[in-house]
């Protein structure tokens, strides 16, 4: 009956390189909870699937952070209960220096808080859009990791999540595997 009061997101995500697993997914909600958790790991050329929940009279609001070798990468996404209050948020965060690994609040925090104009400063790359009738996809690329994203603008969203590794030269291939062959420790 309260159905039509209810938000949901579910994220997809398409893990396409051939080196590089997401694993230690972590959550964080302003407003819901995970009604259907991501899997530890999404090892290369494989996909998964979560869903987030919220009660009747919420929105659905949180971030959804993975962990690889070399990066995190953050999700912010905002389903709110009355769109005419608040927009719709698809946000994404690619970080080297693997930024998402503290407190997830302030992750939240900073990517709920992002404009809407690409943010990089070489180590962090960072999206962020409001979507209405008119949706795009969110982009962002760091070193050789590149991360897109779509949203729905339904009250039972779905947002789709690709990681590819970008095309490079015969050198830059030689500094990729060692780039993922490089310790934890000197990273």
């Not at 997101?9 to 995970?34: A, C, D, K, M, W």
């Not at 009279?57 to 690889?68: D, I, K, P, T």
């Not at 039972?156 to 590794?165: G, N």
Request: glycine share 6%.
């Amino acid at each position: 009956m309260w159905e039509f009061l209810e938000r949901s997101v579910e994220i997809q995500i398409s893990n396409t390189t051939r080196n590089v697993t997401l694993e230690n997914p972590r959550t964080y909600f302003y407003s819901g909870h995970s009604s259907f958790p991501p899997r530890p790991s999404v090892p290369p050329g494989s996909s998964d699937t979560c869903q987030f929940s919220s009660p009747p009279f919420c929105g659905c609001v949180g971030v959804l952070v993975y962990e690889a070798t070399a990066f995190t990468v953050a999700v912010f996404f905002s389903n709110p209960l009355d769109y005419n209050r608040f927009p719709m948020e698809l946000g994404l965060e690619l970080s080297l220096v693997k930024a998402h690994l503290g407190r997830l609040e302030d992750t939240y925090t900073r990517m709920s808080q992002m404009g809407t104009l690409p943010t990089s400063n070489g180590t962090t790359a960072g999206c962020h859009v409001t979507l209405d009738n008119c949706q795009e996809p969110v982009q962002v690329s760091v070193g050789h990791v590149k991360v897109t994203a779509t949203m729905s603008n339904t009250r039972r969203s779905i947002i789709r999540v690709v990681l590819e590794e970008e095309e490079c030269s015969g050198k830059e291939v030689r500094e990729r595997l060692l780039f993922y062959q490089t310790p934890k420790e000197l990273i």
